[in-house]
């Protein structure tokens, strides 16, 4: 606390960056997209996406895709409430370092598919393997640069 003639003063709350906030929006946004389609098909996307486009894409399209998408939407969940804690502690070096794993899943499933015959599973399972990946590393950097701050006490 501060004193300005004699009277105490609340500290100025430093506010988070706008880019943090943009990045915690975007994935919230993602998330209930993902929960949204979940909801909306009452948990089968795979039969949704069959009976919806038969006749536009392969049988086999979107095999595995129930079980690829509620483990995406628990990745993401775990990512995301990850990333508003590091908004919320101002960490955006934690915050980077969970941006990670969408920068690299992103490129490799835009890249690694072959979109005029497309295998749906594949994107949201590479997906949430970066996801995990990069919520595990994020979480870890943040536990490991928290215990380097705190200094050992010399009794």
């Known amino acids: 606390m501060s004193r ?22 975007a994935l919230a946004a993602l998330w209930v997209a993902a929960s949204a389609l979940l909801v909306l098909t009452r948990g089968d996307p795979e039969g949704f996406f069959r009976s919806t486009l038969a006749g536009h894409a392969r049988r086999d399209a979107f095999n595995d895709l129930n079980r690829a998408s509620v483990l995406f939407l628990v990745a993401h969940t775990c990512l995301l409430v990850v990333a508003i804690a ?11 370092v969970l941006l990670l794993g ?12 072959e979109w005029s015959d497309p295998e749906w599973f594949l994107v949201p399972a590479v997906c949430m393997i970066c996801w995990i990946v990069s919520t595990a590393v994020g979480g870890s950097y943040w536990i490991v640069s ?4 705190v200094e050992p006490s010399r009794g």
Do not use: E, H
């Open 4 to 25: 300005v003639n004699g009277k105490r003063m609340l500290p100025v709350a430093r506010k988070t960056p706008y880019w943090q906030i943009a990045v915690v929006v």
């Open 86 to 96: 590091a908004a919320r502690c101002r960490r955006s070096d934690v915050l980077a």
């Open 102 to 113: 969408p920068a690299i899943a992103l490129p490799i499933c835009y890249f690694g598919q």
């Open 146 to 149: 928290k215990l380097r701050r």
